[in-house]
């Protein structure tokens, strides 16, 4: 990085809000995948001005910028693979407002979800997005990714609850979408446009975001199935008996194994498939809907059903699903993470063709997820060190897309494109589809300077 450019920024804003050692800017040159890239330099701006006078600099300069919350994303969107800017918003975390009479919060990007959630609950309401992350994961970075998680069968994703943003372009203007009414159809809607857009169209400096009331009660049901099919079938199965879950995940032979060889709590090893379901809501109508997904499973072939007596019981169901990460890089130390999906009616056919996958190209996936969304996780275990292995996992990984396309679905459920699945992107959206959002990119970023090198690979 060019010093002339630390002067500059140096004049935005405080020394400590600028990184320039190198072992200090190693820290931002990762995310949850294997990608890497070293920043130049890492500026932690603590105002909407300072965001955009660094962008203004940057596009004067052309200098790429990598926007970054906590750096979990699993898709290589954050990783400043082209060196510059880490523009870290984890400073920006402040929540501004809980209006409980609009039912909405108005947050800084940096705020941790787990944080606002836990703040909203104290006072009756629910900010059901609820990424496996949320202890870390800031809401900029949800909403540049559209995160969802485990409740999103029921409540939907980060998208369905930004009303509206306030987000710097990548040519330091500020731009305000959307706002605090529930309907709003003023203009292109922008507040959509950019939620999902992985730091590519601006940068998110504040959000409006909706709540919902707080569900009165929760049940949950852990049940366990003798073959994947079956409980694939059970998830098909729920939703057509006319109950919503809250949630449906589902882990596989493999996953259970790990996760019992990591926790060891008890996990039946020799099970094909486990089912956790969970529902909310009124208290009579979960009592009555725990009860059919109980029926559901066992006609289907459920060895056994679970269901927690209260919050103790309900937490150690959840502890198996939540483990499941760091479980499986027991087995392998490198973990390729996808999130391709498929329409919920097809999830029993994506398991077995995952299967088939997995045994064509000698590799082991573990397969576990949103299933109840149709947003499964084949993970598969490898060693990096070993290109042959990692030959075979490529191949894997297209046949894989491949199928989630032939299945009427998508390469990603939440995860993002980012630098990881950019060279798939065309697959799915075609060339017109190309063209439109190069247009879009183009646009409002003329330099290229924002995240270079993700999403639309150029
Ligand atoms: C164990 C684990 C479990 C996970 N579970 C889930 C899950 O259930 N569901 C799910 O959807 N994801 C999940 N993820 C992925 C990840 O946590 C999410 O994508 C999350 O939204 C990333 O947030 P972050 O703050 O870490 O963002 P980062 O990783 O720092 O950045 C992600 C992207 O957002 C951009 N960005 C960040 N902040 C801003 C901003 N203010 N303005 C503009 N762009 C910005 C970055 O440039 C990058 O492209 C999981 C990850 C891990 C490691």
Redesign the pocket.
């Known amino acids: 990085m060019k010093q002339e450019v630390i002067s500059r920024m140096h004049q935005i804003m405080n020394k400590e809000q600028i990184l320039t050692n190198l072992e200090d800017r190693m820290t931002y040159a990762y995310?949850?995948t294997m990608q890497t890239g070293v920043p130049g330099v890492v500026v932690f701006p603590r105002t909407t001005r300072q965001v955009a006078e660094a962008l203004r600099l940057a596009n004067r300069e052309k200098i790429p910028v990598?926007?970054?919350?906590?750096?979990?994303?699993?898709?290589g969107?954050?990783v400043p693979e082209q060196g510059g800017i880490a523009l870290v918003?984890t400073d920006m975390n402040r929540i501004l407002e809980v209006d409980t009479g609009n039912l909405l919060a108005v947050v800084e990007?940096g705020v941790v979800t787990e944080a606002l959630q836990q703040e909203v609950e104290r006072v009756g309401l629910f900010y059901p997005p609820?990424?496996?992350?949320l202890k870390?994961?800031?809401i900029?970075?949800?909403?540049?990714?559209n995160?969802?998680?485990?409740r999103a069968l029921k409540y939907g994703?980060t998208r369905d609850y930004v009303l509206g943003l306030e987000?710097v372009t990548p040519t330091g203007e500020i731009l305000r979408t959307g706002g605090k009414t529930v309907k709003n159809v003023t203009g292109y809607d922008l507040t959509r446009l950019m939620t999902g857009s992985?730091?590519?169209l601006?940068?998110?400096?504040r959000a409006v975001l909706r709540l919902i009331p707080r569900p009165q009660d929760v049940r949950t049901a852990m049940a366990v199935f003798a073959t994947v099919d079956g409980a694939a079938e059970a998830v098909a199965e729920v939703s057509r008996r006319g109950i919503l879950p809250t949630t449906l995940e589902l882990m596989d032979d493999v996953t259970i194994r790990c996760v019992e060889n990591y926790l060891h709590m008890g996990l039946p090893v020799d099970a094909g498939a486990i089912l956790l379901i969970e529902v909310d809501g009124f208290r009579p109508a979960v009592d009555e809907a725990i009860i059919t997904v109980e029926k559901v499973c066992r006609e289907l072939g459920a060895t056994g059903v679970e269901v927690a007596a209260g919050p103790a019981e309900r937490e150690e169901l959840w502890r198996a699903r939540r483990a499941v990460?760091a479980a499986i890089v027991q087995l392998k130390p490198t973990k390729i993470s996808e999130d391709a999906t498929v329409p919920r009616s097809r999830v029993p056919e994506m398991v077995r063709r995952l299967k088939a996958i997995a045994q064509k190209y000698d590799l082991t996936m573990a397969i576990f997820g949103?299933a109840g969304d149709g947003n499964l996780h084949p993970n598969i275990l490898a060693d990096r060190r070993d290109p042959e292995e990692m030959a075979r996992v490529e191949l894997a990984v297209e046949e894989l897309f491949r199928a989630a396309m032939e299945l009427e679905g998508t390469l990603s459920g939440?995860?993002?494109i980012?630098s990881m699945k950019a060279p798939y992107l065309p697959l799915e959206v075609g060339e017109t589809g190309m063209r439109v959002m190069r247009g879009i990119k183009a646009a409002l970023d003329p330099n290229n300077i924002l995240?270079p090198g993700?999403m639309l690979w150029g």
């Open positions: 995310d949850g990598y926007p970054r919350g906590a750096g979990t994303g699993l898709s969107g954050s918003l990007p609820d990424p496996g992350s870390s994961c800031t900029g970075g949800n909403i540049a990714e995160a969802g998680g485990p994703v987000v992985e730091g590519t601006g940068v998110v400096t990460s949103h939440e995860h993002g980012g995240s993700k």
